[in-house]
């Protein structure tokens, strides 16, 4: 696994809705109807990223989630960041 050039990165993040590249780090901020539905939604991505040993940067206020993905050993986005992108995508549907 090795970091991805931004010439790599820009097309993929293009196929990834709101997703975008912030100090090594793809970053995008969710919004739910409240507080219940965030959180059902953090529980879902945290088993997701617990399957993958891969856990994100994340913050929830009220019905807001955060979330920021990069491989820390490769001191930037790899394509493991980019696959939970894509599996964070598919439980936000």
């Given amino acids: 696994m090795k970091k991805l050039t931004p010439d790599v990165l820009k097309p993929?993040?293009?196929?990834?809705?709101?997703?975008?590249?912030n100090n090594d780090r793809i970053c995008k901020d969710f919004i739910f109807s409240d507080f219940k539905q965030a959180f059902a939604f953090m529980v879902q991505v945290a088993l997701l990223c617990e399957?993958?040993?891969?856990?994100?940067?994340?913050?929830?206020?009220?019905?807001?989630v955060s979330i920021a993905l990069t491989t820390h050993d490769h001191n930037g986005v790899t394509d493991l960041d980019l696959q939970i992108a894509e599996a964070i995508e598919t439980i936000k549907q």
């Fill in 12 to 21: 993929a993040l293009a196929k990834l809705s709101g997703w975008e590249l």
């Fill in 51 to 64: 399957k993958q040993n891969h856990h994100p940067d994340w913050s929830n206020s009220y019905n807001k």
